[in-house]
């Protein structure tokens, strides 16, 4: 089998979907890589290293897919949308692809895929058991979002985040507070203390309590009725518009206090939950920050605009879409690797695709085979959407 690495086409991605040093873990299974010249330059990984490791270097993307089996990339289908659309014509029935295709939020493009006979692997659906974890991209990723998104607000932020103790007197450290306490806003709960601030954290689901204790945080406890807080993956489960105004009243006091707040909350396939309202962010302090970790799915914050820095009330709302984007190295390299682990897990040592459906990782991230979608939660959200299934 012979595995094919196209340059990334999402305007402003810049990872890539394998990395030169995961290339012998495939080779060994004697798959053999073609990677499109270019590729990992932005990422920092130039061709010349792709080389020594023994891939073929292509320079058309044409001929990158008319020699490849398998495509592995960072953003396809509908998380590619509508550039992805330029590779349908070179898709033929004989290829499988594996990579983020947003199969719960924008399934849509997906239908084309399988239109095209196309096998796809969707790395949002990684089932979130034990042996699945060196497979989960999107934790991967969440964890690089949660770093980076304390170090865009502690740029941003006209203060220090620790205590110092300096001739001039000291200095109080700074108070953050994230809501939401998954994989990105525990990161970020862990990297706010690691930098000296004191960090609260809220979380729809009460269990989560000790993990946020565990990184550092001091857990906030509302009075509210939840209607079950958590999805069988683990992920939180969407609640009722009066949970929500419930939520944001008791929440205000909290963010009156706070000189960071960051934003985690994200329901699969569905809008980012609306938990910060302008009347909520305008009565934080002036000079305070908000990282919206959620704007590309809609926002956690009633003000958050996509990739840009809103001011209301001399309070800064960042709202990052792409952020593992921004740190591509490493996160090309984590990325490289949950992927290179579901590859390998996906073929047999002679490197041929086996499709068990009987494998519960396998029947969890496939979308589409046979010139169908194939994910019944994916059919699901075809059906909502009023979309033909092929």
Request: with cysteine; proline share 5%.
């Amino acid at each position: 089998m012979i595995v094919g690495i196209p340059a990334e086409t999402f305007p402003g991605e810049r990872r890539v979907a394998l990395v030169p040093g995961d290339i012998v873990r495939l080779t060994a299974r004697k798959i053999g890589v073609v990677v499109q010249a270019g590729a990992g330059r932005a990422a920092g990984y130039p061709d010349a290293l792709y080389a020594a490791q023994g891939a073929t270097l292509v320079a058309e993307r044409s001929e990158l897919f008319a020699r490849s089996d398998l495509l592995m990339q960072v953003r396809a289908a509908g998380a590619n949308s509508p550039a992805g659309a330029a590779d349908l014509g070179s898709f033929r029935e004989s290829h499988s692809l594996a990579g983020f295709m947003d199969p719960l939020g924008a399934p849509e493009p997906l239908t084309r895929i399988a239109e095209r006979g196309v096998t796809a692997f969707a790395l949002e659906l990684i089932p979130r058991i034990t042996k699945a974890q060196s497979m989960d991209a999107l934790s991967s990723m969440a964890s690089i979002a949660g770093y980076r998104a304390v170090l865009l607000a502690a740029v941003q932020s006209p203060k220090l985040l620790p205590m110092m103790m300096t001739a001039a007197g000291t200095i109080s450290p700074a108070r953050v507070f994230v809501l939401g306490a998954g994989v990105a806003g525990l990161q970020a709960i862990a990297t706010a203390k690691r930098l000296g601030a004191v960090v609260e954290a809220y979380d729809v689901r009460p269990e989560v309590e000790e993990q946020v204790q565990s990184v550092g945080g001091k857990f906030i406890k509302l009075e509210l009725e939840t209607s079950g807080t958590s999805t069988a993956g683990g992920y939180a489960q969407a609640q009722s518009d009066a949970f929500y105004a419930k939520q944001q009243e008791l929440m205000t006091e909290t963010l009156r206090s706070a000189d960071v707040v960051i934003t985690t909350a994200a329901v699969p396939g569905r809008r980012a939950p609306r938990l910060i309202s302008a009347a909520m962010v305008a009565k934080m302090q002036p000079g305070s920050v908000l990282v919206d970790l959620a704007a590309e799915t809609g926002g956690n914050c009633e003000l958050t605009r996509v990739d840009e820095v809103a001011e209301h009330g001399g309070v800064h709302i960042l709202g990052p879409a792409n952020v593992p984007s921004d740190v591509p190295y490493h996160a090309s390299q984590m990325y490289s690797r949950n992927l290179t682990n579901l590859i390998t897990h996906l073929t047999d040592s002679d490197g041929h695709l086996k499709v068990d459906l009987e494998d519960e990782i396998t029947a969890g991230v496939l979308v589409a085979r046979g010139g169908e979608v194939t994910h019944e939660r994916v059919k699901a959200q075809l059906a909502t959407a009023g979309a033909k299934l092929p």
